[in-house]
């Protein structure tokens, strides 16, 4: 799903939209797997798109709950006229959308998309993007990050998590973007040694927050950390 | 012996029909299985020695349209081209001669596995930049049913070349070639090198080129056996063995202008058994050289070089072998994960290998100083004399370093003008070359094994031109100089 975001956009939108989807819909979430639990929000709303691509009637829920929270959502935040542009049930724009061709794209969420080296030309141009978010990209490799340096002046967020085809070795390329202002490496299974990444990523861009793996996740805990649960009392 | 009582339509049809074969590439080598039955049939017959028991399968086929003499990444690149651009399944029959299956001494394993656009000749950037795409799109090349996808653990993080005042005019000159061309290269002052990369030391340097995209270094193991496993399910025989001999055929023809030339055409080649005498003559229509440094005697086998010195029979092939070092070492403080490959001005190399501050690196000797190449002893002195200081110099946290480990490889070095020999010999008119590429072969593979694809079977070249690097420029005396070798 394509979403565009125009002049200031706040990253909260998103992340207000996740939560209030889990308290309505339930019982199509029964994931297991130790996911730190950003991540499993992620997945669970794999599989409310896994369902709603395939059901007509769950889209059309979700697509209401959506207009929902979004009326909310303006209510709270009083964006102006700032909203994330999304394709309707059809998957087609607005017509509004024509009237902003000559507004900058600030943020790009591709998350889930099936871009690809040659796809992400498009992005390219976009020469005043601050945030992109490629999340759980599934062709998203390697070749794929040595070709972000264009966006370098402007790029100040990114986000990589979930994609399974990105390793250590393109994250090395990102040392172009040096207006990085966060970067969220999480989930990546391809990184061979995801702390010691972590540490030299963190080096290679001193003014970036790089988030997602925790620099102790590597070590094992010793012998005395053991838990003792049946000996301690239960909390009151 | 027994292939001469055999009707002579059973020994040389290579395009004639023969009685039970179909249309259509049924893969079961009908042909062979034939000629093999009655084979049998007359050994059982009174008179002639029984070869019932006698086992071939250890030996290469009879015939074969293509041979290919070495099984580097080179010829395999061939093998793999030849067999996609066949104009229908199963019309071209290849045989891979490889002397050692274990690789121990071949180019490809012991190479450092870089990739770069960084070079003079269009020519050379445009292989490039295809071996590229080539990397990028492996596993649609060379995807084989149910077996995993590959893995060439490609690090996009470019090279970084550094020139002084009196190189940086044709570096600066190449770099518009190159950019003509579609590489990505950026130019970068003194001062932008220092904002970038703060472990450099940037004296003696004026100006350095940097590739952003489509460069860097990968696994060349996995390349190879990724082209191994994708030629043999393409249906191309391998045989461990050397070849000795070339059994050919000369022509004596009259120029347009009166002058006689003798061409040659090899009819056999004879393939030798590892650890035993025992060979067996290849019949075939087409020779490919691509066995990198002992190309030369290859072609010396060919009879190239046979004549006067000067003349075009006595051109002999300018390829041999160059020993050069690898050295790997740790410096727990050195440049960090976005070091690019990094070509002083002195020649020397280095870049980082893996998550653990490990480096590798080396130099090319200047003349004076080229190790003897009889074997692949690694010589620890060159590194602390000759290596070392350029290294300490350019990056000064290299000034604590320590050696884990080293290696030496062979160049097939052009002594002519350092840049491959491609396509067929002005007079040994079946054979073709795909040799000499010094020290650069394994990153213009793809697209070289494409181009003397192209030449076998389409008579010429079709996606990039290689006449440049054709035979006849050692008779002409055309050197096209590559300045960029590292």
Redesign the interface.
């Known amino acids: 799903m394509w979403d565009l975001v125009l002049e200031d956009r706040r990253i909260n939108s998103l992340r207000l939209v996740a939560p209030m989807w889990n308290g309505r819909i339930r019982g199509i979430h029964r994931l297991g797997g130790a996911v730190a639990p950003e991540g499993n929000q992620k997945k669970k709303r794999t599989i409310l798109q896994f369902l709603t691509n395939y059901f007509y009637d769950v889209e059309a829920l979700r697509d209401y709950l959506l207009q929902r929270e979004m009326y909310k959502v303006h209510e709270k935040n009083r964006f102006r006229d700032k909203e994330w542009i999304r394709p309707d049930k059809y998957g087609h724009f607005s017509q509004e959308f024509w009237n902003f061709c000559e507004v900058p794209v600030e943020a790009v969420d591709a998350s889930d998309c099936d871009i690809n080296y040659e796809g992400l030309d498009n992005l390219l141009r976009l020469k005043e993007l601050q945030s992109l978010s490629l999340q759980r990209c599934s062709h998203v490799d390697d070749w794929c990050l040595s070709r972000l340096y264009p966006l370098a002046d402007s790029l100040q967020e990114l986000s990589l998590a979930g994609c399974p085809r990105v390793s250590e070795r393109g994250l090395a390329c990102l040392h172009h973007l040096q207006n990085l202002r966060r970067l969220d490496i999480s989930d990546l299974p391809a990184v061979s040694n995801p702390g010691l990444t972590q540490i030299l990523v963190e080096e290679m861009l001193p003014n970036c927050e790089v988030v997602g793996v925790d620099w102790a996740e590597g070590l094992k805990s010793g012998p005395e950390e053991q838990p003792q649960d049946t000996a301690s009392p239960v909390p009151a | 012996m027994i292939r001469r009582v055999l009707p002579h339509g059973m020994g040389r049809g290579l395009l004639t029909r023969r009685p039970g074969t179909r249309r259509g590439g049924f893969s079961l080598d009908w042909d062979g299985k034939v000629s093999e039955i009655k084979k049998k049939i007359k050994s059982i017959l009174p008179g002639r020695s029984c070869d019932l028991l006698q086992d071939t399968s250890h030996l290469p086929p009879e015939h074969s349209d293509v041979v290919i003499v070495g099984g580097g990444v080179l010829g395999l690149s061939v093998a793999y081209w030849l067999k996609k651009l066949e104009s229908r399944r199963g019309a071209i029959r290849v045989l891979v001669v490889e002397r050692d299956h274990t690789y121990s001494q071949a180019s490809t394993g012991l190479s450092v596995g870089g990739i770069c656009q960084q070079f003079s000749l269009p020519e050379n950037i445009q292989l490039s930049l295809f071996s590229a795409s080539f990397l990028?799109n492996i596993n649609e090349y060379l995807a084989v049913v149910d077996a995993p996808p590959l893995d060439l653990?490609?690090?996009?993080?470019?090279y970084l070349l550094l020139a002084s005042e009196k190189d940086a005019a044709a570096m600066e000159s190449n770099v518009k070639v190159q950019r003509q061309e579609g590489a990505k290269v950026s130019l970068m002052s003194p001062d932008q090198l220092r904002n970038k990369f703060p472990w450099i030391n940037t004296e003696g340097v004026a100006l350095a080129s940097y590739g952003?995209?489509?460069e860097?270094w990968f696994d060349p193991w996995c390349l190879l056996q990724g082209l191994r496993r994708k030629v043999q399910s393409l249906g191309v025989l391998f045989c461990q063995g050397e070849v000795t001999r070339f059994v050919s055929s000369s022509q004596r023809m009259l120029t347009t202008d009166d002058k006689a030339v003798v061409l040659k055409r090899i009819h056999e080649v004879h393939v030798k058994m590892d650890r035993s005498l025992e060979y067996q003559p290849v019949e075939c229509a087409i020779v490919i050289n691509a066995a990198g440094a002992w190309s030369a005697q290859i072609a010396a086998l060919a009879g190239i070089g046979e004549g006067p010195p000067g003349t075009l029979q006595g051109t002999k092939l300018p390829v041999e072998p160059r020993k050069r070092y690898v050295y790997v070492w740790h410096c727990p403080q050195g440049p960090?994960?976005?070091t690019p490959l990094v070509a002083d001005t002195s020649g020397a190399y280095f870049r980082r290998e893996g998550?653990?501050s490990n480096y590798l690196g080396g130099r090319s000797p200047t003349e004076q100083e080229e190790p003897d190449p009889a074997n692949l002893e690694v010589d620890h002195d060159f590194f602390q004399d000759k290596v070392w200081p350029h290294l300490a110099l350019r990056v000064p946290a290299f000034e604590t370093l320590k050696v884990q480990s080293a290696w030496a490889g062979y160049y097939d070095y052009n002594t002519f003008d350092q840049n491959g020999v491609v396509g067929p010999h002005p007079l040994v008119v079946n054979m073709y070359f795909a040799t000499g590429f010094s020290g650069h072969g394994l990153q213009q593979a793809p697209g070289v094994g494409r181009a003397v694809a192209e030449m076998v079977l389409k008579g010429r070249f079709q996606t990039i031109d290689l006449s440049p690097f054709l035979f006849t420029r050692f008779y002409l005396g055309e050197k096209i100089q590559e300045n960029n070798i590292i």
């Open positions: 990028r653990r490609f690090n996009p993080s470019g952003m995209e489509d860097g960090g994960l976005e998550l653990g």
